[in-house]
């Protein structure tokens, strides 16, 4: 089994007020951009486009069944979303992009990267393996699907959400995903 480390920066625009993180990006045969939540199957950037433009469709390239990686990235800048995962270095336990398959070998300092992004008040975590992993640097209790937890870490309080799953493997609906980050969104008041 192969180790791997993770291929993208933080991307930690300065006045980030939300901090995305999810647990590792699947391989690189199934990436449409390079950029997070890459895989065209998954459906974060489906999420997004409901909810601030009630169009799913909004961030895809249609032609070329790919996401519209610059259009994201100055969208993502101007709300304030800032992106990264909770692991650095994994080994994967199959051939898969599934969390439940992957070995944190290293987890990423969710500290250090508060610091970088003073104007942060929350973190979401994407999936249950990005949950256990902050929990084990962070004590906070385990929020509930769809709400949050607050922790403090020097001295700064913090909201730990936890969102469903992007992948389509999660039993849920794509609405009620966007449904559900939507209330995070108008809580944090990001809408």
């Known amino acids: ?8 920066e933080p991307f930690l625009p300065e ?16 990436w449409k951009m390079k950029f997070y939540y890459p895989n065209f199957i998954n459906d974060m950037w489906r999420i997004f486009g409901l909810i601030f433009f009630d169009d799913k469709q909004h961030f895809i390239l249609e032609d070329e ?18 992106l990264y995962d909770t692991a650095t270095v994994i080994r994967r336990l199959q051939d898969n992009a599934s969390d439940k398959y992957l070995e944190v070998v290293e987890p990423t300092d969710i500290k250090d990267l508060l610091i970088k992004i003073p104007h942060c008040k929350a973190v979401v975590t994407t999936g249950e393996k ?3 992993t902050i929990r084990t640097q962070v004590e ?3 929020p509930k699907v769809g709400s949050y937890e607050p922790f403090s870490i020097n001295g700064k309080n913090y909201r730990l959400y936890r969102m469903p799953s992007s ?14 980050y939507r209330k995070m969104f108008e ?4 809408l």
């Open 130 to 132: 990005a949950t256990e």
């Open 65 to 82: 069944k790919k996401f519209n990686e610059p259009h994201l990235i100055d969208f993502l800048k101007s709300k304030r979303v800032a």
């Open 187 to 190: 809580e944090l008041g990001m």
């Open 167 to 180: 992948s389509r493997a999660y039993p849920m609906s794509l609405e009620r995903k966007a449904e559900t």
């Open 140 to 142: 906070v209790a385990q």
């Open 1 to 8: 089994m192969q180790i791997e480390t993770h291929p993208f």
């Open 15 to 30: 006045n980030a007020v939300l901090l995305m993180l999810g647990s590792f990006p699947p391989q690189p045969k199934r």
